[in-house]
């Protein structure tokens, strides 16, 4: 409900609704719920309905207006696309016609098409709307009699679509709800592995410093036997049978659901597209051991049973003290780093943390001084990197870029990277760009072969970071004009002064592509697979919202995007159980035609 750690709400509260909710949900379920909002409702059940859509981290509810009753509408493991539709719908009228937006997601369902629906059958021509394009506003759906001018909905239709939805029963109690009948769905755990000659597969190992760091690609090959591997002919034979049965093995097909936000200043696109970009991050990373061990995690528990929670105030209390160690003075590198690490680890288990990093200002602001310091000025001194700098450096972008996951409903954060004329944001972008070519003043050796490596999980940090404020920026740039702060079009013109930025987006670009190649034959590993999602979505920022950097980018890598990136090998390496895989593929195949 666009929630903050103190119950606070982005949008005006519904005082009757949140009660509703925190009777009949689960405290871990209620406290992760991101945001409400009331809209007309179309799916293959329900018929033009006011109802409430309810955003977890997981899950999209629905209920009635006022609320009776708790439906699961989807998981977003299941959705396969979010879009926005330009057109004006006939059951509306006046302003309320012309500014609601028109949500259609996509989503996979194991349930049977319904067969006395005739109203939403295609070949009768009164079916939902297709998108169309902005330049066509035109409305394909039907003209009912009750129509939504004074909210809510008339009486009698709310009382039919009860008949029609599969709704919740009664709770046997408002403190402790039926937990199967709430349809809390969960993120499956990874395939178990039945044998140690399969021990590899999809294991996804990295670097314990570097939670998004890429590992070897000998390390996530596909194993059938101890002493040989499975040829890339063999693999993608596999790729497609996996992807021929579907998910594990149950027949299923798309449905769509229609969400018509009837408030000018609705939110609730942005919400949903947060939501579903943060749940395939997590649920493919928790596919990684490493991860799932620093969330606290085991291997054999689904994703979402983490250690048992501990209250906000002692939360709050453990990070103040966290805090005042890193904020002392003349404080050692070596402790600086080990704390760092504490709080790097105890974010990623724990999301009312992240809300108190952006409340307390301190602690962000020490932050960017200290890659500043690290990165930029201890370097450009002597003009080479040391393994200290770089590791400090990856240590502090990597908590970064932690803080800012499920944290877009936390107002603090927004109050803080904006002030100023977001000043703050500014020195961050500015300070995680460097130079990708390592410097060095002798001839090759080990230890600068060594820092190469510190300096690739360094950048693959830094690209985990500038992903995150441009979801950030993207949705400044829906609420707000293009020149405010915090857009997507703001960060890349903070960031084209840069000297280093041209061959830091180089070297973002060069790696995709070498994923995508013939070079790299492997699958890639959980850890992989979101890196090359970030960096996708890295160039179709560049290439959408900076004119500059889109000629650059088409100037040095059109050929590349044209020959050695192909669909067909991107769906090869990415395993179709990898929550992700089919989202970096439709950005792939936006980034190959807007390279053309």
């Given amino acids: 409900m666009a929630r903050t750690g103190t119950g606070t709400l982005l949008c005006r509260r519904n005082i009757k609704l949140d009660s509703f909710l925190k009777r009949n949900t689960e405290r871990a379920v209620y406290e992760r719920i991101r945001a409400y909002e009331p809209c007309v409702v179309i799916s293959e059940t329900i018929n033009k309905v006011y109802m409430h859509v309810v955003l977890s981290d997981e899950c999209v509810y629905l209920t009635e207006y006022p ?17 926005l539709v330009n057109d004006l719908p006939d059951f509306l009228h006046g302003k309320d016609r012309e500014l609601c937006q028109h949500i259609r997601i996509t989503y996979l369902t194991d349930k049977p098409a319904p067969k006395s629906r005739d109203w939403l059958r295609r070949d009768k021509r009164v079916g939902l709307p297709p998108a ?71 294991s996804g190992s990295s670097s314990p410093s570097s939670p998004t760091s890429p590992s070897s690609p000998s390390d996530h090959r596909l194993n059938i036997t101890e002493t040989g591997q499975v040829p890339r002919r063999i693999g993608s034979v596999l790729s497609r049978l996996l992807r021929r049965n579907g998910v594990n093995n149950r027949e299923t097909r798309e449905a769509e659901l229609h969400l018509y936000a009837v408030s000018h200043t609705s939110r609730l696109y942005l919400h949903l597209q947060s939501s579903w970009n943060s749940y395939i991050i997590r649920s493919t990373l928790l596919l990684d051991p490493l991860y799932r061990r620093r969330c606290s ?80 000025g201890c370097q450009s001194l002597s003009g080479v990197y040391t393994a200290d700098q770089l590791l400090l450096s990856t240590l502090i972008v990597q908590t970064l870029a932690v803080m800012f996951r499920e944290t877009e409903i936390e107002p603090a954060r927004q109050i803080l990277l904006s002030a100023k004329k977001g ?163 439709r950005l792939v195949e936006l980034i190959r035609t807007l390279h053309k």
């Fill in 132 to 202: 169309a394009p902005p330049s066509r506003r035109n409305s394909h759906c039907p003209r009912i009699t009750h129509t939504f001018e004074g909210y809510p909905a008339h009486r009698n239709q709310s009382e039919n679509a009860t008949e029609e939805v599969h709704l919740l029963p009664p709770t046997r109690s408002a403190s402790w709800p039926d937990q199967e009948s709430l349809g809390l769905l969960r993120v499956p755990h990874p395939p178990s592995r039945p044998s140690s000659t399969a021990s590899s597969v999809y």
């Fill in 67 to 83: 609320p009776r009753t708790l439906t699961a509408a989807f998981s977003f493991r299941r959705v396969r696309d979010i879009e």
């Fill in 297 to 376: 995690i085991s291997p054999h528990s689904s994703p979402d049973k983490l250690l048992p929670s501990i209250s906000l105030e002692r939360t709050a209390h453990l990070f103040g003290q966290l805090s005042a160690e890193l904020l002392q003075e003349e404080i050692s590198v070596e402790s600086l780093y080990l704390l760092l690490q504490e709080l790097r680890t105890a974010a990623h288990r724990n999301v009312a943390l992240r809300r108190l990093f952006w409340r307390s200002s301190e602690v962000c602001v020490f932050l960017v001084e200290t890659l500043e310091e690290s990165l930029h």
């Fill in 423 to 585: 000043a703050l944001a500014s020195r961050m972008l500015l300070a995680l760009i460097c130079d990708p070519e390592l410097q060095t003043e002798n001839q090759v050796s080990l230890t600068d072969c060594e820092l190469q490596v510190l300096l690739a999980e360094y950048l693959d940090a830094a690209c985990s970071l500038l992903f995150e404020m441009l979801l950030l920026g993207q949705e400044a740039s829906r609420c707000s004009p293009a020149d405010s702060f915090l857009s997507v079009g703001w960060i890349l013109r903070v960031l084209q002064p840069h000297p280093h930025l041209l061959p830091f987006i180089d070297y973002q670009a060069q790696h995709v592509v070498l994923v995508l190649s013939d070079l790299q034959e492997s699958f890639l590993s959980p850890v992989q697979s979101v890196l090359l999602f970030q960096r996708c979505r890295l160039l179709l920022a560049c290439l959408q919202y900076n004119s500059q950097l889109a000629q650059h980018l088409r100037s040095n890598f059109r050929e590349e995007f044209r020959y050695s990136v192909k669909l067909s090998g991107a769906d090869e390496k990415l395993p179709p159980h990898y929550p992700i895989s089919q989202p970096t593929l």
